[in-house]
């Protein structure tokens, strides 16, 4: 979608010129984990399938679920699921979502090319995961086609050194270029095998996902081969990666020499006023519908209606076009564009493209449309259009003095038509209805008519649907009369003054302040509160942890400022300190040696009788060190359940100061699920999942960011307590493995550093910070004699930390355009993600190639693009690192256990012949 009038001018005059020119896991009942929804859809035909029968969806374009432009930021989780919810009520089961292309922008998922935001990503992680719990399914663009607040495809010319035109819609590089290509299919393996840290499920094993789409729009119209070609290398990489999703074309527009390529699953047209792909001005055009949806399903594959102007009928009403995507048995799923929801405190998010919509709707057109696309989305599912669901509680965000009258604001809910508004003089009331469903969101916020100067009230609000059915109230809210007093006094309580030995996901805590609409929370690591670690806004409870980890072993200062209409109040004892725990490097959980028999393990390790056959034993020839491990003889079957499994009693162990837990393990190559668990004292489980596939033994490593709730689990406090740990399990599930017996085994369980927070000594590769002169690094940093001029040298200015960064001073000639130093080691990577490294580039947008080499010979290298001067770390998972194309021998495997060197060279790449200095630091594997 064009999101402005602008880009629609300049997208209609450009048509002109260039015409012119984790499968769900089968558990235990009290140790199950599975997505949200179950079952991946699939295609027969020109049919999408679930489950056997016909799929067929109606739902919004919700674009903006992980990053928004209103202005660019992170949405809140509310309003996340406020739209979800609304798009549910409105019958959805399918939503449309740019959530996963973002490119070149600072809270981008890679804002610079090879390096991933987690943050971002995580955010991306929510969207999936809030999806899901709503029973939605996505679909997914890859990329945009304009340059967008989010990027797009110019985002990655510009970082390979192409020429930008300022042109939105152009960089056709993006298209034909090798090195483009091959980076971009680098970054759909990472998605794609990423594990969503709120599930524990990789995004190609997740059903939520229905469809991966291979873009937005996407169209280079006067090379059509080209366009074709590009589609057709993306398409049947996704699909040799990712067997379980479909795949959508994402040109603008069904194409006709696209029909024949077997990788694409579905097609798709959007459907505006203004020049589209192959035809001018087809808006809501029932003829130009059925021309695209009949080519699809003469071609057997099915078709669907990826946006569409709602609320533009000059070439059609929306009646008829929706009737006509019912009728049409190859019209799988339509999509109107684009719906929003309320905002965090009152009223809706505004989005002023012409075509934003509200459910039920702000505008008497908006109102009876909204109804039409509710009937077509039950009619597309063949079921009869249910009656409108009760609204949620809303929230009084809080209050003003508005002409001596007291004015309120509240933050609504889905489903929410009409508000009714009751008034107290005391907290236990009686209360008095002052507001009879005579507010709607766009009537916030509300005045009190009646309201007294100086009288202080109690409020409540409750949310009627649209045949009047009234939803929950609100919490009580008081005003302290209409001249609404700055929040009351309030104290810090956790952690406590002084505190030490602390989590470093501590959960901070304090009393409530009295009139309070929200709260604020600032952590910092200096009495100033300059650059601070956390800046939680807009928090509605006395209580919050932290997503991320704090550092290990350092002191901290906290403050929370309680905020309303009026003003805001700090709380009295605010500059508290504490100090994180120490990092621990590891703690044994258990290495098997200390039974004396194989009854005493089988009595520590006490089987699930719910549970197929399990049996414990020592064993004295597969382990990882000492004399024993543990031989884990089970059985998975029909009945009594599709799991076998055992819990350990720890007592209370204390895991503090540790990243995650790791274990040996020799897998049996069952593709069944390992499902390791653990149980807080307070009764909070946790869990995370590995794939049995494959027969070789190592240690696997599962960072405490991997454990999640199991499904069934709704308990606890939503915080890892990590210094009381009741007890630990290990079950196999049936997973996408058969039923049947076989055997595992394992050794060496410990709490550790696997990842996450600040990383060990152990994980380091080079801080540059060792070697006692420059000759000393240019001994294990040696050239390449066959590159360009490299000079290795140490510097005390230019670093990222400690006393040292290496620069590296080169030289590229026409003759010569690379340079290289070699670094050899000795190294195992096993259980490590990638490699992060801090890097000053020269803004040469020549390219650094970080290169690893096995002790066989083997190279893997990815690229990084010297574009800016801005000192960055970079993150560059292991799965971005290919072959260089020049090599063909190796086994075409990552063998991570033994690593022999790591090699940085220049490249000439996109930038010229000449001579220039970067400089390399703190580079460690994650």
């Known amino acids: 979608m064009i999101r402005s009038k602008f880009r629609m001018l300049s997208y209609s005059l450009a048509l002109l010129l260039a015409f012119m020119s984790l499968l769900a896991v089968v558990g235990p009942p009290a140790n199950k984990a599975s997505a949200a929804v179950s079952g991946f859809v699939t295609r027969s035909g020109s049919q999408l399938m679930l489950n056997g029968q016909p799929f067929r969806y109606s739902g919004p374009n919700l674009y903006w679920i992980a990053l928004d432009e209103n202005p660019t930021e992170f949405p809140t989780p509310f309003r996340v699921n406020n739209a979800l919810e609304t798009a549910k009520e409105m019958g959805a089961t399918v939503v449309r979502s740019h959530a996963a292309n973002a490119f070149g922008c600072a809270k981008c998922i890679m804002p610079t090319l090879n390096t991933y935001n987690e943050e971002a990503f995580q955010k991306l992680d929510y969207a999936i995961k809030a999806a899901g719990d709503h029973g939605l399914r996505l679909v997914l663009p890859l990329i945009d086609q304009y340059d967008y607040y989010h990027g797009g495809k110019k985002s990655w010319t510009r970082w390979f050194g192409y020429p930008d035109d300022g042109i939105s819609y152009t960089g056709y590089e993006f298209y034909y270029k090798p090195e483009i290509i091959s980076a971009f299919k680098q970054h759909l393996n990472v998605l794609l095998n990423r594990t969503n840290t709120l599930t524990g499920i990789k995004y190609k094993d997740d059903p939520t996902i229905m469809a991966w789409e291979t873009g937005n729009e996407l169209g280079w119209y006067d090379n059509p081969t080209a366009m074709k070609n590009w589609t057709q290398e993306i398409a049947d990489y996704l699909k040799s990666i990712d067997s379980n999703h479909l795949v959508m074309d994402g040109t603008y527009g069904v194409k006709d020499a696209h029909l024949t390529i077997s990788s694409v699953d579905i097609y798709s047209d959007h459907f505006y006023q203004w020049p589209a792909v192959g035809a001018c001005c087809k808006g809501l055009s029932v003829t130009q519908l059925n021309t695209q949806a009949d080519k699809v399903q003469a071609a057997g594959k099915a078709m669907v209606v990826g946006e569409f102007a709602w609320n533009l009928e000059t070439y059609g009403t929306l009646a008829n076009f929706l009737s006509a995507i019912e009728a049409h048995p190859a019209i799988a799923g339509s999509a109107y564009w684009a719906l929003f929801g309320q905002k965090d405190d009152y009223g809706y998010k505004v989005h002023n493209d012409g075509f934003t919509i509200y459910y039920p709707g702000t505008t008497t057109d908006m109102r009876a449309k909204a109804q039409q696309l509710r009937n077509h989305a039950y009619a597309m599912r063949g079921i009869a259009v249910p009656a409108a669901g009760i609204p949620g509680e809303p929230l009084i965000t809080g209050h003003q003095a508005s002409s001596g009258k007291v004015q309120l604001k509240w933050r609504g809910t889905a489903a929410a038509d009409k508000y009714t508004v009751e008034r107290a003089t005391t907290a236990s009331g009686p209360w008095t209805v002052v507001c009879n469903q005579c507010a709607t969101d766009n009537d916030t916020p509300w005045t009190d008519p009646t309201s007294i100067s100086g009288t202080a009230y109690w409020y409540k609000v409750k949310a009627h649907n649209l045949a009047g059915v009234a939803g929950a109230y609100s919490p009580v809210y008081a005003t302290g009369g209409t001249a609404l007093p700055a929040p009351g006094a309030f104290t810090l309580t956790t952690p406590a003054s002084g505190a030490t030995s602390q989590s470093v996901l501590p959960t901070f805590a304090w009393n409530a302040s009295s009139n309070a609409a929200s709260y604020t929370l600032v952590v910092a690591d200096n009495s100033s509160y300059t650059s601070p670690v956390i800046n939680a806004s807009g928090l509605t409870s006395t209580s919050y942890t932290p997503g ?373 630091d703190a580079v460690k594997t994650y």
């Open 548 to 920: 991320s980890a704090l550092a290990y072993n350092k002191t901290y200062y906290w403050k929370v400022t309680a905020v309303n209409g009026t003003g805001s109040t700090t709380a009295s004892n605010a500059g508290l300190t504490f100090t994180t725990a120490a990092q621990v490097t590891s703690l044994t959980i258990d290495s098997f040696d200390s039974y004396a028999s194989d009854s005493a393990l089988q009595s520590a390790y006490v089987r699930n009788t719910d549970g197929g056959a399990l049996t414990v034993t020592r064993d004295t020839t597969n382990k990882n060190g000492g004399t024993y491990g543990m031989k884990f003889a089970y059985t998975i079957a029909a009945s009594p359940a599709n799991f076998a499994g055992a819990t350990r009693q720890l007592g209370t162990a204390d895991w503090s100061g540790t990243t995650g837990l790791s274990l040996w393990l020799k897998p049996d190559g069952s593709n069944r699920t390992l499902t390791i668990q653990f149980k807080e004292t307070n009764g909070e489980i946790w869990e995370t999942y590995y794939s049995l596939s494959g027969t070789t033994a190592g240690v696997i490593n599962l960072p405490f960011s991997s454990f999640n709730h199991p499904g069934w689990y709704s308990g606890g406090n939503g915080a890892k307590d990590l210094n009381a740990i009741k007890e630990y399990s290990l079950y196999v599930n049936q997973g996408s493995g058969t039923t049947g017996s076989s055997t595992i085994y394992f050794d060496s369980v410990t709490a550790g550093q696997v990842g996450g927070g600040t990383q060990p000594p152990s994980d380091e590769i080079d801080s540059f910070d060792s070697y006692a002169s420059s000759s000393a690094l240019q001994a294990v940093y040696t050239a390449n004699s066959s590159g360009g001029t490299i000079t290795p040298t140490l510097d005390t200015v230019v670093k990222s930390d400690g006393a040292n960064s290496m620069k590296l001073s080169y030289s590229l000639t026409t003759s010569v355009n690379y340079a290289g130093v070699i670094h050899p080691l000795s190294a195992n990577w096993t259980g490590k993600t990638g490699l992060t490294l801090w890097v000053k580039p020269d803004g040469s947008n020549r390219t650094l190639t970080v290169q690893f080499k096995e002790a066989g010979g083997e190279p893997w290298e990815t690229t990084y693009v010297l574009s800016g001067t801005t000192a960055t770390t970079i993150q560059v998972p292991f799965s971005s690192f290919v072959r260089p194309s020049w090599y063909s021998g190796g086994n075409s495997t990552r063998d991570l256990g033994s690593i022999a060197e790591i090699n940085f060279y220049i490249n000439q790449g996109s930038g010229s012949t000449g001579s220039s200095s970067i400089n390399i």
